[in-house]
T-cell receptor, first 114, second 109 residues
């Protein structure tokens, strides 16, 4: 158990809908990262937050948004969902925003868009 | 940006065999990590190894930063080693990991 908790584990939704994925980082970790893993594109970095503020942005679509709350949990919002958004979404956390510190991953949230 | 290439893409082993997985990267890196994604999808850190050699049980890793490659050695493989092994490097600012496509390993009993 990495200590990073993601919910839900799996959800099935229709095109055009909006879903929210939740992540609780390891105790004491200030930084949260979101990744998307799809069959055709491998693991893609989406966005990073550190202590409530956006720190780095990757290949995140405009239809997607995220935030980190004062209690350090984070949510990834996926809206106007398309079939191609079906993927495994990982949250990871680390103590600082520096990736030289080991990053710990949650078990992932599988999103299936039908 | 940095390109990360892993080889081989697929590997099938008999239990007890040894294997070497390779990760090539196109530019200098400050950070290189190896991860194992188990058949249930969970990603687990194996090594943080921007240079040098580390060992953890049956696994060891070596990164030769000057030649831009890293190797992951699995000895006496077990069925629980099955899954996908990813190499990931930073983009130069220690804030964004760039991932290879992984090596899919199947260990048969």
């Amino acid at each position: 158990d990495s200590g990073v908790t993601q919910t839900p584990k799996h959800l099935i939704t229709a095109t055009g809908q909006r879903v929210t994925l939740r992540c609780s980082p390891r105790s004491g970790d200030l930084s949260v990262y979101w990744y998307q893993q799809s069959l055709d594109q491998g693991l893609q970095f989406l966005i990073q937050y550190y202590n409530g503020e956006e720190r780095a942005k990757g290949n995140i679509l405009e239809r997607f948004s995220a935030q980190q709350f004062p209690d350090l949990h984070s949510e990834l919002n996926l809206s106007s969902l398309e079939l191609g958004d079906s993927a495994l979404y990982f949250c990871a956390s680390s103590q600082t925003g520096d990736l030289r510190i080991i990053v710990y991953f949650g078990a992932g949230s599988r999103v299936s868009v039908v | 940006g940095i390109q990360v290439e892993q080889s081989p893409p697929d590997l099938i082993l008999q239990e007890g065999a040894n294997s070497t997985l390779r990760c090539n990267f196109s530019d200098s890196v400050n950070n290189l990590q190896w991860f194992h994604q188990n058949p249930w999808g969970q990603l687990i850190n194996l090594f943080y190894i921007p240079s040098g050699t580390k060992q953890n049980g049956r696994l060891s890793a070596t990164t030769v930063a000057t030649e831009r490659y890293s190797l992951l050695y699995i000895s006496s493989s077990q069925t629980t080693d099955s899954g996908v092994y990813f190499c990931a490097v930073d983009a130069g600012n220690n804030r964004k990991l760039i991932w290879g496509l992984g090596t899919s390993l199947a260990v048969n009993p």
